[in-house]
């Protein structure tokens, strides 16, 4: 069914359904599949070979209320830019259809159900990491470095990586060198994936007074730290080889030089002062992760012989 759009008048009643979706909205669907991309092939690397079904749905429930805990927090944090960025003016407290201190309280319910559901299900290692980066996510990322540096989402960005760390310790109580090493994919990702976006909406970014590298830096300077980013996520995919088969070894080798590719082109396009569309880079980065990860799963799921065992 298709849902109609409302516009909504300050002082207006708001219909239940779209206060039942604004309540939705503030949990950015979008942003938590990530932590379905990431969560899943952490589980399945450590438990090479075997499957537990129960485990990896607990874990995934948690991750999702801990994901929509924070994302619902960092829009009440966020609430006065949203109204003046165009990329964001619609979202739920931008248009009142969800009051502040309504989404203050979902948010940390949601958070706290996270850590006892996490808790309860898989160990209190896991339960604290979830706390933990909501906490850093909110309070460090949202509140603190977001609207001072222009590195907000070098450093904020630890928050994304945590669903891997996450995911292995649920499986095994532990924090591996492997988890780390995914950890280091997503935070060098996190950089150019983040600033191609930028680029597309920085006159949006500054209008909200968000200094992101974009909009305080040239073209020129922000792609050649995308390349330099990029050149570090690659380096950190083919750095869990050795944890890893054929197939993984093989997708991580290809799907690098693509993405390697598409960075270098965006910065030589911004050299040679062409028209480029960064936008085409923050899509298909997400590809790429994807990518990756689903190899990875794959590769772990299936057992194959890991390449330097």
Not at 123 to 137: D, E, G, R, V
Not at 206 to 215: E, K, T, W
């Amino acid at each position: 069914m298709r849902v109609r759009e409302v516009h909504l008048v300050e002082g207006a009643p708001v219909r239940f359904r779209d206060r039942l979706l604004g309540y939705l909205a503030l949990t950015k669907p979008r942003v938590i599949e990530l932590l379905l991309v990431t969560t899943i092939p952490a589980m399945l690397l450590a438990s090479r070979g075997t499957v537990n079904p129960l485990l990896i749905a607990n874990t995934l429930f948690g991750g999702m209320l801990a994901a929509a805990g924070a994302n619902a927090l960092n829009c009440v944090a966020d609430a006065d830019i949203d109204k003046v960025m165009k990329r964001t003016e619609r979202r739920p407290l931008a248009r009142a259809t969800v009051p502040r201190s309504h989404a203050l309280v979902f948010g940390l319910a949601l958070s706290v159900a996270s850590f006892f559901w996490l808790w309860w299900t898989t160990n209190m290692l896991s339960a604290h990491l979830a706390a933990a980066t909501i906490a850093f996510y909110v309070l460090v990322y949202t509140l603190l470095l977001k609207r001072r540096t222009s590195q907000n989402v070098v450093w904020g960005g630890a928050a994304g990586c945590m669903p891997v760390m996450i995911g292995w310790s649920a499986v095994t109580g532990t924090i591996g060198w492997q988890a780390l090493v995914m950890f280091a994919i997503i935070f060098f990702w996190t950089p150019p994936h983040t600033w191609a976006l930028a680029m597309k909406y920085k006159d949006d970014y500054a209008a909200a007074g968000v200094p992101m590298l974009p909009v305080v830096a040239t073209e020129q300077q922000v792609t050649k730290q995308v390349v330099i980013y990029t050149w570090l996520t690659v380096g950190a995919t083919l750095a869990l080889i050795p944890a890893a088969g054929w197939l993984y070894a093989s997708v991580a080798a290809l799907a690098g030089a693509w993405f390697l590719v598409m960075a270098h082109r965006l910065h030589a396009g911004v050299r040679r002062g062409e028209s480029v569309k960064p936008l085409r880079l923050f899509l298909q980065s997400n590809n790429y992760l994807a990518l990756v990860f689903v190899a990875l799963a794959v590769d772990s799921a299936i057992a194959l012989p890991t390449l330097f065992s």
